[in-house]
């Protein structure tokens, strides 16, 4: 299948897979500084600030709340999901609705890298390398009618798994959505993995969403359902907190959260010398998506 969007150049594509797995070790010898020279300036300029994350950050501290609030709950408690046998139902205004089994889902889809920065509503941000498909190739095999506007995602909700829903801190299941021409863009992705291996449970397996330049709540994980429908539909966290986590949520430095700033934000992982870093308009997919929101006000829509 034809890539309809030119990835950037990855550190798989330049270093051997251990300097890959262990960039930022390796970077503190001699042997990282041999990497570096492999990889050369275009490498260095194309690929500027993205680091990925490490394997122990990206999947020790997240948000997952059906398995606990603390960040490291999801990691502590999701182990024991069972994420085999999976199914999507994919139902509303589609030609061809049904319960799709993850195999069928994926095939005939290529499984590509993406080296996404990630950022947090709270104000953190990581990088990471995920694997997936574009969600666009997904909704295709469903076939979306030419009245659908939006589509509807939900997480699973198995509380004899998912130790965190038996609070109500959300009403469940997860719920989120995207407008159509935001779902069929090329940069939002369908993920099943992070550094060439399966997603771990913590991080949304065996399937999550990905949207880069929206914050990260809209990103929702384990997903069983996709709906296509005529009306916006209802979020999670709009539904909790309409005033402070809008529909959109596009990543916006000018837009504070009522709470907090969202102009700057802390990568995770930074260490001694980490600085707070300023947020990038659209989490620095600008020239990628900005159109998407031509003539839209964007402190209205947030
Ligand atoms: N089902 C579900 N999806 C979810 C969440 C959640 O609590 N439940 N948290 C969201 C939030 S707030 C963030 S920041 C990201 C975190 O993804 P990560 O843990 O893979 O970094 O997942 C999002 N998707
Ligand atoms: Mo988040």
Known sequence: MAKRWNNTLTWKDVTPEAAYMNRRQLMTGAAGLAAMSIAGPALAQSNGELEPNTWEEITTYNNFYEFGTGKD????????????????????????????SFAQIMEGLDVEERIYRFRCVEAWSMVIPWNGVELQDILDKAGVQSSAKYVAFETLVRPSEMPGVARNVLDWPYREGLRLDEAMHPLTIMATGIYGRDIPNQNGAPIRLVVPWKYGFKSIKSIVRITLTEDEPPTSWNMANAREYGFYSNVNPNVNHPRWSQATERKIGGGLFAKRQDTLMFNGYETEVASLYDGMDLTKFY
């Open 73 to 100: 709950d999801p990691a502590r408690n999701a182990g024991q999901l069972t994420t085999d046998p999976w199914s999507i139902k994919i139902d509303g205004l589609v030609d061809r609705p049904g319960d799709y």
